[in-house]
C-alpha cells in the first residue's frame, strides 16, 4: 500500500485534507505519533481514519477512535460506512459507549449515572442480571447458545453500525422469546473483537482502570493499537479529573439523610466523626482571609479508613436499588476515602471554604501524563488531533509522548479568509487592576454597537459569570435585541432549552447570548449558518487564580519549565479560539469574530495564536462589523 492507494469515501480530498490525510498514513503505517493541529473544516475524521484502515487493514493492528463525547461516534461510523460503500468492502467498526447507554434493563437504563456502574457490577458478580446471562451464559450449555443467539444478532447488523442500531436489534430480538434478550454492552465488546476499528470515549482508555480491563477483555496488547484521540485538546484536563477526587461536608451530610433512612447507625456514627474531623481540619488551617491551604496525609487520618470505604460502598449500592433514587452520596464519599489514602503520583490536596458550611476536601492529580504516558507510550502509532492544539509539543510534554517518534503539525484554516472577519477590539479591557463600573459600562456599549451591526445572532461570552453579570447590568438597559444569558446553576436540561431558543432566534430578528468561555455554549456545539452570525470573546478567558492552579503551574515549571504558559497562558488563549470558532463551522458560513480586549494585541498573548490568524486591530468593532455584513 503506498500513499496513491490511499482509501477514501469521496472523489479525492481537499489540499490540507490530503495533507494530513498523507501525514496520519505515514506514521501509522511506520509506528510514529502525529499530533495535528487542524482547524475545523479540515474533515479530519476521513483524513484520519481513512490512511489508518488503510494501512492496519492488512496488519494485525487495531485502531480505536477516541472522542470526549458520544455524539461525536457517529461521524466515524459514517466514513467507515462510507469507504465501505465506495470501495465495496466489509470493514467492521464497532461503536462502544459506556455500559449505561446500553443498558436493556428497563429499570436500570433510568437510573442516575453515577449509581449505575455499581448496581450493574454487583448484578453481575452475583449474576442477578439475566440480559447479562443471556449474552454471556454461566454453564457451558449457556455459553453455547448465548454464542448462538449473540451471533445471530451481529450477523443482522451493517458492517458499520451504531450503538442505538445494536442496542435495538438486541431489545427486538425475537428468536428466543422476550425473556431471551442479551445484554447489548456485552455484545458491543463482541462486535468489538472482531472489528477493524473501534469507536469508543476517552475513558475506555485513558483511565488505566478501565484500559486494563478493556485490553483484557478485548484480547489485546497495547502495541497492538493504533489510537486516534479527536478534541485532543481536552484530553489533559479530562484526564486530571478523572484521576482526583472531592470530598465535601455536603456529601457528608447527604450521607447521614441516606443513612438514617436505611437505619445504619453503626455508620452514621463514623461519618459523624469524619464530618467533626473535616470541620477540625478547616479551623485549623483557613481563616477569614485563607480560604484554601494545602493539607499532608497524616492531618486528616480517619479511623480503618479502608474499612470505611468499602462499608460505604456496600451500603451505597444497596441505598441505590432499595432507594429507586439511582445514586447515593455514600458512593462519593466512598471514592474519596479510596482516593485519599492511595491517590495518584504528584497529587496534592487541598482543603477549600468559601464560607463554613462548604467546606471541601480535595484530591487533585497534577500530572495527566500518570495514565497517558503509558498507553501512548506503548501503542503502536498515536494521532492527536483538535482544532485547538497549539503549541503541539505542550501536549507531547503533558501527555507524556516519545519525542523521537512523535512529528508535529500545524495546519491553516480551510475556509476562504474573506467569510470571515476577526478583530481585536482595544477600546476596553477586563485586566484585573483596571476593573471598575466604567469599564463594564464600555464594554456593554462596545457589544451594543457591534451587536447594531450584525443581521442575526451574536454570542458574547466572558471569562466568568461575574463579568457577564457586571456588564449584563449596562445591557439591559440599551441592547435592541433580546438577551439570552447562561447563569451558574443551569442544568442540562434548562441548557438544552436555552440553545434551542437561541438557534430559532437566529432565523428571525436575531437575539444576543451572554454566556461564559469555559461552558457549554462555548465548546463543542455547531451553530450552523444563521444561528451565529458574531461571536464576541470578552476579556481573555484566564482561569481565576486558586492553589490549585498555583500547584499546577509550580509541577508544570519544575517538570518543563513552562510553568505558567502550560498552565494558564496556553489554555486561556485555546477557550477564547474555541469560543470564537463557533461562528465559522461550515464552508458556507460567514461572520466576525471580535476578541475584545487591548490585551490581545500584546505578544504574550498574540503570539499564542496560530499561524495564519490574521485580525483587524481598531476601537471602531461596530463599524467593521457593519461594513462587513453590509458587503457580504
Ligand atoms: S449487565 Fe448489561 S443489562 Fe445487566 S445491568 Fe449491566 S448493562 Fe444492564
Redesign the pocket.
Known sequence: MTKKDILFRFDKPRDQQKQLLEDVFECVSTGKNLIAHAPTGLGKSDASISPALSHTLSTDKKIFFLTPKISQHEIAVEVVHGLNEKHSLSIKAADLVG??Y????PI??DADFSG?YE??AR??KREE?H??NN?RGNTKQEKERAKIHSEQILSSLPDSCSHHELRDACLSYESGGKERIP????LSLELAKEADIIIADYFHLMNPHIRKIMLSRLKLKPEDLVLIVDEAHNVPERVRSMLGSTLSLYSIEQSINELEKIARPDLIKKLRLVRKQLASLAKKKLSLKLRESLVAPSEFLVDEIDELAEELYESAVNYIESSGKGRSFQMQVSNFLKKWINPEKDSVRIIHSKHSKNISLMVKALDPGIATKPLFGEAYSSILMSGTLLPTKMYADLLGFDDSRTVHREFSSPFPSDRRLNLVATNATTKYGERSEQEYETIASTIQSIVSGVPGNTAVFFPSFALLNSVQAFLDENLSRPILAQTGNMNSRQTSALLKKFRAAGNGFGSVLLAVSQGSFAEGIDYVGEQLLCSIIVGIPLQEMNLELKCLIDHYQEKFARGWHYAYLYPAISRAIQASGRVIRKESDEGVAVFLDKRYTWSNYRNCFPKDFRAVTTDEPGRYTKLFFDQS
Open positions: 455500559r449505561k446500553m443498558c436493556v434493563d436500570l437504563s449505575f448496581i450493574c448484578r453481575r442480571c440480559y447479562y449474552a445484554c447489548a454492552y456485552e
